[in-house]
């Protein structure tokens, strides 16, 4: 059974940084895309950068291209989110997920973890 546990949330003022990190267990993960996830109140959940754990490619929505950086960590099987020049606009629960990269929805998701960007 796959888990995804995040942690690093926190309140933090404009222009300041944050470090999400998710522990994945339950699978090899070889196979698979992590991604991060944030909804904000009253919109849409979005996905915000996603790497493909075998290969290391990455994907960023144009909201935070630039700001943040998503990695991964083999040996201790975890997922990092960057995040720097936080906007109060990037105020959200931010969301752990993994999905089998010959599936099509994520299948996997964590409890998440509130980040508050303070203007």
């Known amino acids: 059974q796959v888990q995804l546990v995040e942690s690093g949330g926190g309140l933090v003022q404009t222009g300041g940084s944050l470090r999400l990190s998710c522990a994945a267990s339950?699978?090899?993960?070889?196979?698979?895309?992590m991604g991060w996830f944030r909804q904000a109140p009253g919109k849409e959940r979005e996905l915000v950068a996603s790497?493909?754990?075998?290969?290391?490619?990455?994907y960023y929505a144009d909201s935070v291209k630039g700001r943040f950086i998503i990695s991964r960590d083999n040996a201790k099987n975890t997922v990092s989110l960057q995040m720097n020049s936080l906007k109060p606009e990037d105020t959200a629960v931010y969301y752990c997920?993994?999905?089998?990269?010959?599936?099509?929805?994520?299948?996997?998701w964590g409890q998440g973890t509130q980040v508050t960007v303070s203007s």
């Open positions: 997920a993994a999905r089998s990269t010959a599936a099509t929805l994520w299948d996997y």
């Open positions: 339950g699978s090899t993960f070889r196979a698979y895309l």
């Open positions: 790497i493909n754990w075998s290969w290391g490619v990455t």
